[in-house]
């Protein structure tokens, strides 16, 4: 008897945990994902302003799967679904049938119709997004240094990130402290006044997502590392020579966009309804309505509990909707009793701010300060992957601790990158 074939497309949060949970289940597995590695997106930024180095965040998704005969992963682009004919359309493997199909696309930045704005503006979603904005970082320092003219090196020297929510705070404090620490006692001619960190929110608070207190125990944390934040305001231009807020023009020779993401065509693939992200209305048991072989997961999928909310795109989403799925697949193969739908289990949300501050809320406990900053290392440390990216994120934190300095300060890729503003030589 022919054994199910169960197509997955991406290797992130969600499309991982459903491989895992279907490792030595009766059913043949092939994995899809655009590049070769799993990448634990929640400690990307600290690649981008070099407190990581790549590897420490990131594993060869193929060796996480090598001992297990029904996981075959393939390093491919899907650029299409046929729903009628069950197939995944590939770049370089051609069509891919399935008897089930897992779509854990996850999502992209959204510039909400400005997409003008991404050709000067960085976005933190992959590894190369995270090595560009470091290239960037320590290049402008670089520049600075050199720079004589001054206006021009406060330029070079400035950063703005727009968008309030966790990845834009956790960003906007990982920049003040490389530039304010680990950077500025290393150069000479560059003054600490000309060094200026911009965090850019169009609502009213940081971290809107957590309780009025944390948000505002955040921003102090952000003032007290240099960082000025701009609430309720808009961003309303950004071009090669800075970033318009509001009606003020500011000049900025890197601008870090985080402020909103849309999911990636899987609803277009299979012309399923879709929320306004682009997310895929899914069903309890995330399939596709009218599509029961077909299930979306994670960012991708738009789904609404049994109380009428709609859950977040986190990571732990993604990865209890991978396991379930999992789950549901492995008992239809095996011929047990489905699970019950779906429910997703809240085990809370963090947001570090520096090398030694954090928010955390678990709920009925609430953390702050140093104590949460404790709790989100715990957690991150134990979420990695494997154990040598345990011990290798461990040593490089502690000699950040210990030091303030840096780890992965080495400008490698492009050390001509251009700042320069139209008629500047």
């Known amino acids: 008897m022919r054994r199910r074939h169960v197509v997955i497309i991406g290797a992130g949060f969600g499309g991982l945990a459903a491989a895992k949970g279907l490792v030595g289940a009766p059913v043949d597995v092939t994995l899809i994902d655009r590049t070769n590695h799993h990448l634990f997106q929640p400690l990307l930024y600290q690649v981008a302003t070099a407190a990581l ?36 359309r590939t770049a370089d493997s051609g069509s891919i049938p399935y008897d089930d199909l897992i779509i854990a696309t996850g999502a992209e930045y959204s510039f909400f119709g400005n ?8 976005v933190l979603k992959t590894m190369e997004d995270a090595l560009t904005i470091r290239e960037r970082l320590l290049s402008a320092y670089e520049r600075a240094e050199k ?8 330029r070079l020297l400035t950063c703005v990130v727009v968008g309030g929510g966790p990845t834009g705070v956790e960003m906007a404090g990982a920049v003040a402290e490389l530039g304010r ?3 500025f006692a290393d150069f ?4 600490f006044e000309e060094i200026r960190i911009l965090l850019v929110e169009a609502g009213p608070r940081i971290l809107s997502a957590f309780t009025e207190r944390q948000s505002q125990e955040a921003l102090k944390a952000l003032g007290e590392l240099g960082v000025d934040v701009r609430l309720g305001s ?5 071009d090669e020579g800075g970033v318009t807020v509001g009606e003020e023009f500011v000049p900025a020779a890197n601008v870090v966009w985080s402020a909103g993401t849309m999911a990636r065509p899987a609803g277009k693939w299979i012309a399923a309804d879709q929320a306004r992200n682009g997310a895929v209305i899914v069903k309890r048991d995330c399939s596709v309505p009218g599509y029961p072989h077909i299930f979306v997961i994670g960012d991708g999928a738009a789904y609404q509990t049994a109380e009428g909310e709609w859950l977040p795109g986190l990571a732990p989403v993604a990865k209890q909707q991978g396991l379930y799925v999992a789950k549901l697949l492995r008992a239809r193969a095996m011929g047990t009793s489905e699970p019950r739908p779906f429910r997703y289990r809240n085990w809370g949300m963090m947001a ?6 954090a928010v955390a809320d678990f709920g009925r406990v609430k953390l702050s300060g140093f104590t949460a900053w404790l709790a989100w290392s715990l957690v991150h440390l134990m979420l990695l992957i494997d154990f040598r990216s345990r011990s290798s994120v461990y040593l490089s934190w502690s000699y950040a601790w210990f030091t303030r300095d840096r780890i992965a300060r080495l400008v490698t890729r492009n050390a001509n990158t251009n700042f320069n503003q139209k008629g500047e030589n």
Request: aromatic share 4%.
């Open 53 to 88: 180095t790549p590897s420490d965040i990131a594993s060869a998704t193929r060796s996480l799967f090598s001992k297990w005969d029904n996981i075959h992963v393939i390093m491919d682009e899907v650029v299409g679904v046929d729903a009628a004919r069950s197939e995944v």
């Open 115 to 122: 997409d003008a704005w991404s050709q000067n503006a960085m």
């Open 147 to 154: 720079e004589p003219d001054p206006v021009k090196r406060s």
């Open 181 to 183: 620490t680990s950077l």
């Open 188 to 191: 000479r001619r560059i003054k």
């Open 234 to 238: 808009s961003v309303r231009g950004i």
């Open 352 to 357: 570090v701010i520096g090398r030694s501050r």
